[in-house]
């Protein structure tokens, strides 16, 4: 029995025309000498379909998928004033969207990402910082790094977190910048004041019960006040019928231990006030 044989009676028990030089006798000759093949290689479903020429053809690529659309970022008024009434009066989505595509300044030139925030938006607590860094610019997300970290530990002390939960336990984490200026440098009064419409909305939105402001950008820019954190610290401020509580930035006390002693009190003082408020 030839290989030849053996391959043409398996085909044609499965149905596969074969187109040979052959004569037909000698094929029938061969198919009936290999009944036993043929048999043992039938499927057991019954004979397969004959495959016509054309479907054998190669199927056409599949057209790509295309990602979907982002939100278009909302039309905001040239003029300053517009602007703020137009932030003013967004919603959520609409926030994020013009934050995401937010030109009014020259930091979009150099942002890898937006920082538009994170937790949870009902929350009583509202932590204020002051402009992204590098790690923040990166991943797109307020306090990250050695200094999110230290962050949180504070968070836990008070039994506060930035997930998901009941709104009384959690935090809602902003910065005044929604961009990282180059080099980590300071922010810029212009560059403050194009991103102070966004904050104020967030804090609209959220209508938290007690405000944290940490480093000197942040109490500067929500007090307008030039006074020094040292100054100001140890004491209820208001930022629009908000209390405020003023203290040091988590990456100063990375480089200055001695003053975590007082941003523990500053803690408590929050913590106090929003215990006493009706």
Not at 53 to 80: E, F, T, Y
Not at 113 to 134: C, D, L
Not at 225 to 239: D, K, N
Request: with cysteine; proline share 10%.
């Amino acid at each position: 029995m030839s290989w030849d044989a053996r391959q043409r009676a398996m085909l044609e028990a499965m149905g596969l025309k074969v187109w040979a030089a052959t004569p037909p006798a000698a094929i029938e000759a061969e198919a009936e000498a290999e009944a036993d093949v043929a048999v043992a290689a039938a499927p057991v479903a019954g004979p397969a379909p004959a495959i016509t020429k054309a479907a054998a053809l190669p199927a056409p690529p599949a057209a790509p998928m295309r990602p979907p659309a982002a939100p278009a970022a909302p039309i905001i008024p040239a003029s300053s004033d517009e602007r703020g009434r137009a932030i003013a009066a967004m919603d959520w989505e609409a926030l994020r969207a013009s934050v995401a595509g937010c030109r009014a300044c020259g930091l979009c030139e150099s942002r890898r990402n937006t920082v538009f925030g994170v937790g949870n938006e009902r929350a009583h607590w509202m932590v204020v910082g002051e402009a992204p860094g590098e790690n923040e610019d990166l991943q797109g997300e307020p306090f990250v790094g050695q200094a999110g970290k230290l962050l949180d530990s504070m968070l836990r002390a008070l039994g506060l977190g930035r997930g998901e939960g009941p709104a009384e336990q959690q935090v809602y984490i902003a910065n005044t910048l929604k961009c990282r200026p180059p080099r980590n440098r300071n922010p810029e009064p212009q560059e403050l004041a194009q991103c102070e419409p966004y904050l104020d909305r967030q804090i609209a939105l959220i209508q938290p019960r007690i405000i944290l402001a940490m480093g000197r950008f942040a109490v500067q820019s929500l007090l307008r006040s030039s006074e020094p954190i040292g100054r100001l610290r140890g004491r209820v401020h208001e930022y629009q019928g908000v209390p405020l509580i003023v203290t040091y930035h988590p990456a100063y006390l990375l480089r200055n231990l001695a003053d975590k002693a007082r941003a523990w009190e500053d803690l408590c003082l929050a913590r106090a006030t929003l215990q006493a408020r009706p």
